[in-house]
């Protein structure tokens, strides 16, 4: 009782997430009609269900109703929701098995209610805990395995065959051979040792020029200036010692600047977290540099990367960082807050601050970890919002009313890409 109260759990949950998890298009659609019309989700659903039913059951046209629907839904997957569209393996067995039924659909409509066991059976491919696609591709490669072993037995029996064959006619050409080359062979071997004498007169002559050529090695006193190439090398190690700790920018998934997970400035939370300020609302939320016409956009804010930032998988540490370079290229200081659409999911870190003239500064953009198919991450992004300072504000420390005082508020949009 327990197995089959949770089959059915789960297959009523499977059908709850089709109808509100608005990560499916059937919810979507759903919820448009719902929200025109006013009434319950699975009230629509019921209703759907019937008139479908009558039609199947009663109508004439039950043919094409069916099979049109059956087309329609996996074309809706494949040509406009392709991130919501099973496996390849799948859609092979669909499409093999709906084309099987289809051509003997005349000849098993007479069957009572055909056409709902029909779409039943399709519904099933993928309905939780019976998902019968998962078994029939499991029944193909088990049938393949069976094969390949097959052909491979056939292959070493074969081959076993033919072995034997080729050592027979192998054995009968060898004997004949081996006696003639036998014989020929110690003839010469008695021939060798006649050579041999002549080495003696050779050592002879060696020993005469010996006694001169010792006194004239007298080099032996410049052996002290191979002492100091030696010293060289030591001195050129010395130098590059101090290189190793050169490393400017932290590695992509440094933690040096973050502290505990979403707390990622060391003195405290980040105030991207806790404060409304730095939240993005829509793109009409502050000016947009790229509106702003070329005699008021002087490049007086360099960015590097210039467009966007991208973050490749996996995507489950706690704190993926990258890096962007701002380079304050203006001739006025310049006040900035960095904002966010996905906070706290992605932060940056310095949030904010203020830039000297010509001051370059290295801010960590962070993402934290996050499942792959339950987040609308498509239209990620950042923004800096950035003034130019009149030269009598002497301020060092960073003030919101120095926007809501400024009629120079600009705006860089930098767009969070993904590379699964």
């Known amino acids: 009782m327990s197995d089959s109260c949770g089959d059915k759990c789960e297959t009523l949950e499977w059908l709850r997430e089709r109808i509100h998890n608005k990560k499916h298009f059937t919810a979507r659609f759903i919820g448009q009609i719902a929200d025109a019309s006013g009434m319950d989700a699975e009230l629509i659903v019921k209703i759907f269900g019937g008139v479908l039913f009558v039609i199947l059951v009663f109508s004439d046209h039950a043919h094409f109703f069916a099979n049109q629907l059956l087309v329609l839904v996996p074309a809706l997957l494949i ?11 799948s859609l092979f ?17 007479r069957i009572p209610c055909y ?21 029939i591709s499991e029944l193909i490669q088990e049938q393949l395995k069976k094969q390949k072993s097959n052909e491979n037995v056939s292959e070493i029996s074969r081959s076993q065959r033919t ?11 060898l004997p004949p051979p081996p006696p003639q080359p036998v014989q020929e062979q110690p003839k ?3 021939q060798a040792p006649a050579p041999a004498p002549e080495p003696v007169p050779v050592p002879v002559p060696v020993e005469q020029p010996p006694p001169p050529p010792p006194v004239e090695q007298a ?13 060289a090398p030591q001195a ?3 130098p590059p010692a101090p290189a190793d700790p050169e490393p400017k920018l932290p ?19 980040n105030p991207m977290q806790s404060n409304s300020f730095y939240n993005l609302r829509s793109e009409s939320n502050g000016f947009n540099s790229r509106a702003i016409s070329p005699a008021g956009n002087l490049n007086d804010m360099l960015f590097l990367p210039t467009g966007k930032l991208v973050f490749n998988a996996p995507f489950d540490y706690d704190n993926l960082t990258s890096h962007m370079k701002i380079t304050n290229n203006s001739h006025h200081r310049i006040a900035y807050a960095v904002k966010g659409n996905a906070v706290p999911r992605v932060m940056a870190n310095p949030a904010f601050g203020i830039l000297n003239v010509e001051e370059m500064r290295i801010v960590a953009v962070s993402v934290q970890k996050f499942a792959w198919n339950d987040v609308d991450f498509q239209k990620d992004r950042i923004a800096f919002d950035y003034v130019l300072l009149p030269d009598d504000n002497k301020e060092n420390t960073f003030q919101m009313s120095m926007f809501q005082q400024s009629d120079s508020k600009r705006r860089k949009n930098i767009k969070i890409e993904y590379n699964p």
């Open 251 to 269: 590695s992509s998934r440094s933690h040096s600047d973050l502290a505990d997970g979403s707390q990622r400035l060391k003195s405290g939370p």
């Open 236 to 238: 050129q190690q010395e």
């Open 188 to 190: 010469p071997v008695e």
């Open 115 to 135: 056409y709902i066991f029909k779409l039943a059976l399709f519904v099933l491919l993928y309905v939780p805990p019976y998902e019968l696609h998962k078994r």
């Open 79 to 89: 040509f406009v929701f392709p991130a919501e569209k099973p496996t390849d393996d």
């Open 163 to 173: 072995t034997p064959k080729t050592n027979q006619s192998t054995r009968t050409a």
């Open 219 to 231: 080099p032996p006193p410049p052996a002290p200036a191979p002492a100091p190439v030696a010293e």
């Open 93 to 109: 067995i669909y499409f093999s098995l709906f084309g099987a039924l289809t051509v003997m659909d005349r000849s098993l409509e």
